[in-house]
């Protein structure tokens, strides 16, 4: 009977690396047929939405693995399972809202999917034989995210930085949680975390306790301003799941929780008049020991000169969302191509020939439109510099248009500049992008 003897050790794992199993078989006489496959069975639950709300389908996919040279069989099954992987787009509850605006929390619908995994084997003694298949046995059950790993890290993932359960653990944003993320007053913004109870291979179990959350707020004197205020218990009325109902979940295993100053205004909480940045840690279930870092966000205005604020929504490497507001100078630049064709006129099948002057001779067939937005950032940090580089390099990023609307546009950057303070001192950035859709143009 074949067996694995090589897997991924954690049951977490990120779309975005090497998912490489090795089998071989136990049994001399099959490992010697001639036509021995071993077969490699990957299901996958994937959601989606429909008219009534949110369905699923089971997906197989089957690998036929030829013996190598040492009679394994060697399969990397990430290829496939990414293609069942997508970016959150959309808020669970509310299919037509941007998951940016979510009002408290969201589960994902893509972001987080079951991969299992089956091995069997075939095999015939003769050319012409009958083919004889192995029962395919389950040896392996995993959660994979919309995440990446690069190749020098190797092929163990540790997730265990993202579960909440300590002050020193992180929601799924490589932003260094030292940086203030900035925002105005009516921004946007979620942070996105995995939920509840994850159990490993080896038998034990992974504990992301996120049910409760304080949120504070400051002045400019770092004074706090009232009590510290119990911020959208991660509960099934708001939305959310609670960490200790979810086992290995995947719908309610990666939840969303708006932050943004304009999510917290949306969910019907005042934000303080004098407020110049707040606070927000997720906490353990009697509010007494702090289950995540503490993060920061610092409220500004649009600069004082006129510069429009540009706001960038895009994903991260960990498959979720970070935000950044460029607030200076900014530029919107249409760009505009079009394919011209010549036309005969004049009347030519009465009595004469005539024209008139106002008959266009070249004309324009096609015109394509397409709106470039060039922004800048004011002078930044270090951190901030070094998280800018997701964005730069992000395949999915949205422009905020001021009324609720989530715009997607094109990064058009071919390269990115890690600036120091040691290198740079003044650490500043220009970004260029396209919106995805072009104007629409009549033709003529």
Not at 138 to 161: H, K, M, S
Not at 203 to 221: V, W
Not at 355 to 374: D, H, P, S
Request: charged share 20%; proline share 2%; aromatic share 12%.
């Amino acid at each position: 009977m074949a067996s694995i003897v090589q897997k991924p050790e954690n049951k977490i794992l990120p779309a975005y690396s090497s998912m490489v199993f090795v089998a071989t078989e136990n049994a001399g006489t099959l490992a010697a047929a001639a036509y021995y496959r071993y077969i490699f069975k990957v299901k996958i639950r994937s959601y989606y939405y429909t008219t009534t709300g949110v369905d699923y389908d089971d997906e197989t996919i089957e690998f036929k693995v030829v013996p190598n040279k040492e009679n394994k069989g060697i399969v990397d099954i990430s290829q496939v399972v990414k293609d069942y992987i997508e970016t959150d787009e959309r808020n669970y509850n509310n299919a037509t809202q941007a998951i940016h605006n979510v009002t408290k929390y969201s589960f994902n619908i893509k972001n987080l999917v079951k991969v299992e995994v089956q091995l069997g084997y075939e095999y015939a003694t003769t050319a012409l034989g009958a083919v004889t298949t192995g029962t395919p046995q389950t040896f392996a059950e995993y959660r994979v995210f919309n995440g990446c790993q690069q190749i020098e890290d190797g092929l163990t993932y540790d997730y265990t930085p993202h579960i909440l359960d300590g002050e020193t653990k992180s929601v799924l944003s490589n932003l260094d949680s030292t940086v203030a993320r900035k925002l105005r007053r009516t921004d946007y913004a979620t942070v996105a975390f995995f939920n509840g109870a994850f159990e490993n291979l080896d038998g034990t179990t992974e504990y992301s306790d996120a049910n409760k959350t304080h949120l504070k707020f400051y002045d400019s004197d770092d004074a706090q301003i009232g009590l510290t205020q119990a911020f959208h218990t991660n509960t099934a009325a708001n939305n959310g799941a609670p960490a200790s109902s979810t086992t290995n979940g995947t719908l309610k295993g990666l939840l969303y929780l708006g932050v943004g100053a304009q999510n917290i205004t949306d969910s019907g909480i005042t934000i303080p008049a004098n407020a110049s940045y707040y606070t927000i840690q997720f906490m353990s279930l009697t509010y007494s020991n702090a289950r995540s870092k503490l993060y920061t966000f610092k409220l500004q205005d649009d600069d004082c000169k006129g510069y429009e604020t540009i706001r960038l929504a895009y994903l991260n490497r960990l498959g979720a969302y970070d935000y950044f507001n460029f607030t200076k100078l900014s530029r919107k630049i249409t760009n505009i191509a079009r394919d011209n064709y010549t036309k005969n006129v004049g009347t030519w099948q009465g009595d004469n020939y005539s024209y008139n002057t106002f008959e266009r001779g070249r004309a324009v067939l096609n015109t394509t439109a397409i709106e470039t937005i060039e922004a800048h950032t004011d002078y930044i940090t270090e951190a901030e510099a070094a998280g800018l580089e997701e964005l730069f390099t992000s395949p999915s990023v949205w422009v905020y248009d001021d009324s609720n609307k989530w715009l997607p546009v094109v990064v058009t950057e071919q390269s990115y500049t890690k600036q120091t303070t040691a290198n740079d001192m003044l650490k500043q950035y220009v970004i260029a992008v396209e919106k995805a859709h072009s104007k629409r143009i009549q033709t003529s």
